[in-house]
């Protein structure tokens, strides 16, 4: 029995090691390009977000074997293209921050490549499945959504975070500038003052009659 429980856990986390994700950074006037072979008929899913980096937006590019465009769009935060392949061959998908002149941005996808297989691949389907390879599934589909959760935080943490760092820069710099300001002024004052109350000496001159 437990060698039973031993292999079902396997299979359900072997299960989720599909999928492509990865989180790079693109440096301003830049242009980042990946390549994917897939089959034709295979579904797949482009999902990417803009984690940090100026008003966190990017351009996006799908291009399939023979460069014609499937997906495109201008200066997207986040987004999500599903599509299934008309042809064999190696896809193309590019991240393009072109448009920007100084500013760096951190960009995540996940490129999903066909569906999650059985987790039961020798399984014959005519057949119900046990209680115990019912609950198996159950919490395999449970797994996938957490981790597609955690994901998801991460990521809001992640440009949360961001946005609170520069917050936090921009009000350092305008403290800094207060202060500044404020020491000139009350230099000025108490100069100005000063000037006031010095003693100035006067010279008088008589006019001949």
Known sequence: MYG?????LAQLLCGLALGSELTFELPDNAKQCFYEDITISTKCTLEFQVVT????DV????????????????????????FNAAKNGTFKFCFSNEFSTFTH????????????PPLFPNENRVTALTQMESACVSIHEALKSVIDYQTHFRLREAQGRSRAEDLNTRVAFWSIGEAFILLVVSISQVVLLRSFFSDRKTTTTRVGS
């Open 4 to 8: 039973s429980i031993r292999v079902l």
């Open 53 to 56: 980096g100026g008003h966190y």
């Open 105 to 116: 941005k951190t960009v995540y996808f996940d490129f999903q490549v066909g569906e999650d």
């Open 59 to 82: 351009d996006c590019r799908l291009e399939d074997p023979d460069g014609i465009v499937l997906y495109k769009e201008m200066k997207k935060q986040y987004d999500s293209f599903t």
